[in-house]
């Protein structure tokens, strides 16, 4: 048996094998090379290296991008508060406990006032840090510090009215309790403050990690700038007067009917009051952002607000006592300018919507009180002309001799810019406003600078203390009282307590002169001394109190005059409804005939309508623009249908979407429409209109998201509006065309004094008839609907252009991060309706909700518990909480939340429960 080689022998043989060549009979034959044909060949090494690079760098990026989206995230949910957290804080006398419910909302369970509005701010500054920071940059003049040139017109316009420095005068007006409280609740806001950057807390916000800008402590003075910030948006009165003026220099023969008010006497040309020799130029080099539209953008304060406020005495109530009603109106931003709370005062309990940053219950209820607000259309600012010395600009026409503007310098700091000084002017009548601002460079004469008469320029403003004592009031006595001190917005406050209701006309009135050269519903000449205010009524004045004896009281606040805006409203004997589509309602006359029918002052009220306890002499012209009353209209209409109300019963007339405009406009306009012989073939243009005009004639008014009627009507009226007035005005009727106007379309198709001029076109040769411009304004709607929606009709829907746009401040103009801070959401209602939405008019989509009932309240003093709430929002402002839009639906859904004044109810549901203490 052979035996196996050794591994010696194995690994001589193998090193054998490898010295010796390999033989010709055991090699592997070559592969011939190929001659011709593709053959691969690897990259070269440069290249190669080079890709490797490439994705080690890509690698790098990505693994960089998702560290700091990681971090990024890290601090900002850093920044979302500890809701369960126990503090010891300076500042605080006692124990005070922060109850937050499900949906966010902080009752503050305080023992003293003191920490109570310390409490609140506290929890301000928890929730609204960046809104609150944002409002006082807008009230200081200080925004373009962190948004840059974009908000440098506002700042430069806040500057000149000089919102903070007025704030700061006025602060010593206030009593002594109100400068207490102030100071609580500055102390508050910083012990947030505090603690976000002694916990490292994110900086309390998210946007400030994008945005540069220190945060400030909070000063008393700061409440008071961002309530005269409010004011200064509540007002309209500046861009009512620049309409009137701009309208008169183009049309001065038919000026009156598109901007005429019911009941008022004609105005002279406007450019007769500065002589024949008057020039209006716009220097291309003065145009500049509106300053109320960057407002409305950055702290969700509307131009020329709104509200609704109604309340039933308890024999017009199914559990006999008395029910109120309010939701004010405001631009629609995320957060909301609104945000709900309660505290325990000493005067007792109180709970409803405040305003970030003012330490306030502003509409609301406590134990033994409701009340709600709407803006009071009075007619407190003027525009001045003032005409300054050739060759001296800071010299200025009055009495006859030339004085000096008072002067002073400022500096505006630009983010990413230089620093600008600007000299700011001022005159007897008031700050000097550029041209440039507010479309005054239309209207102002060479020569001349426009100056501001306003209200809400007084260093003796005391409306913090009388919002500070209504929330305390325990009666509609006491609560008239309080209210006495409200100086600027003025207000129409509705009271309600366990003995019956009341409206309350507050605010400092203009008095003017019998011969004002226009009333004050265009700028005037300063050099005229008929143009000065009066000295006002005093302080101590009786007010103008509303107190029906039939039960009801309702005001809609800035469509109407004052006196045309509170109603007395008796119950119906055999209310009556008229058909659906077809009743013709004189919008002049204020109140359909099945209505009750127009009272004194065009207030809404029957025969035995009652008087007011108290009628002290005021002014006899509130306001102007009474000309689209219709609002009034219908929520005097809808309370008068029923002689027993409930809270359900106030629930379905706040949220009503039927547009009384629509209802008197559409038997108008439409009238020889409406039938047009046998149907046109389908897919014609013709048979189009037939098929949305078949729609309208069955259509109640109800502006319903998901209805197409509202959408033909509204974009029918919106080209109808164009084409009567884009021949006269031009591009000014662009600018209109964001608000319908109804009286001036119902004087038209009327032909009232002669207005149906407006429909024949001057540059064609035929006269146009009224109908023929509404049927080419069809025509015209459909077009446009068509190439957005499609061709079919009956698929429109109002929702998919009427959207509700809550816009971020800051982020919602970022790219990308818009989609994730700013909410988008289909509404129904328009700007007539009740549960109010007007629309914009921009190109892109002319019917995006720009406004809305930013808070809604129905308070039933019968069950106060009962009593419902909602915000359009959330309670927070962070993105990134579920509070942020966790209200939204609910408020587009016409839903509420209740809110008790048991500390038992609130702490059963809690979601957290912060406690300060005093710190040792």
Known sequence: MPLAPSNISRSAALKSRRACPISHAHSIAPVPRSTGGPRFQGPPPLMLSLFRWLVRLTIGLMIGFVGAAVLAWYFAVRSLPDYDAQLALPGIEQRVEIVRTTENVPHILATTDHDAFFALGFAHAQDRLFQMVVLRRAAQGRLAEMFGERAYAADDLSRRLGLWRNAEASLEAQDEPTRAALQAYADGVNAWVEQVNKGALGRGAPEFFLLPGDIAYWQPADSLAILKLVAAGASGQVAAEVTRARVSLAVPERAGDLTGGVGEPPLPPYASLFGGGARFVTPAEEAAPDWFASLVGYVGVGRGATANAFAAAPERTAAGAPLLANDPHVA??????????????????????TIPGIPAILTGRNPGLAWGLTPAWVDDQDIVMEEVQPGAPDRYLADGGWRDFATRQEVIRVLDA???????????????????????????????????????????????TALIALMQSTDRGQAQRAVAGIVAPAVEVTLADAKGVAQVLAGTIPRRPADHPTGGRMPAPGRDARARWLEPLPSDAPLRVTSPLQGIVAATGAETAVGAGTALIPPPAQPTVPAAGVAVVPIAAGVPSQEPQAGPAGSAAGSDAATPEIAP???????????????????????????????????????????????????LVGANLWFTGEPAAPGTPERQRQDALALLAEWDGNMGEHLPEPLIYSAWMRRLQERLTHDELGGLATQLAGRLRPAFIERVFRNTDGAAAWCDVVQSAPVEDCATIARQALDAALIDLSARFGPDVESWRWGDAHVARHDHPALG?????????????????????????????????????????????????????????????????????????????????????TMSLDPTLARAGARGITVLSPAE
């Open 332 to 353: 629609l931003t995320t957060p909301s300018l609104w945000y709900l709370a309660r505290m325990d005062l000493q005067a007792g309990s109180v709970i409803g919507g």
């Open 418 to 464: 230089e620093d600008r000084r600007i000299t700011l002017r001022e005159s007897d009548a008031g700050p000097v406003i550029p041209p440039a601002h507010l479309g005054l460079a239309e209207v102002t004469p060479a020569g001349y600078v426009p100056s501001l008469r306003w209200t809400g320029l007084s260093e003796q403003d005391t409306t913090m």
């Open 617 to 667: 002499p005021v002014p006899e012209s509130l306001g102007h623009d009474r000309d689209d009353p219709l609002r009034l209209s219908r929520l005097s209409r809808l309370l008068a249908l029923r002689e027993i109300h409930s809270r359900d019963s106030f629930i379905d007339a706040q949220l009503d979407t039927v547009s009384p405009a629509a209802r008197a406009l559409l038997p």
């Open 813 to 897: 103009r970022m790219p990308i991060l818009n989609w994730v801070v700013s909410l988008v959401q289909p509404t129904s209602g328009d700007g007539s309706s009740i549960a109010r939405a007007p629309v914009l008019g921009a190109e892109e989509n002319p019917w995006a909700a720009v406004g809305g009932a930013g808070y809604r309240g129905v308070y039933d003093l019968a069950d106060p518990d009962s009593s419902v709430f909602v915000i359009a929002t959330g309670q927070s402002g962070h993105p990134l909480s579920r509070h942020y839009d966790d209200l939204s639906e609910r408020w587009r859904r016409g839903e509420y939340v």
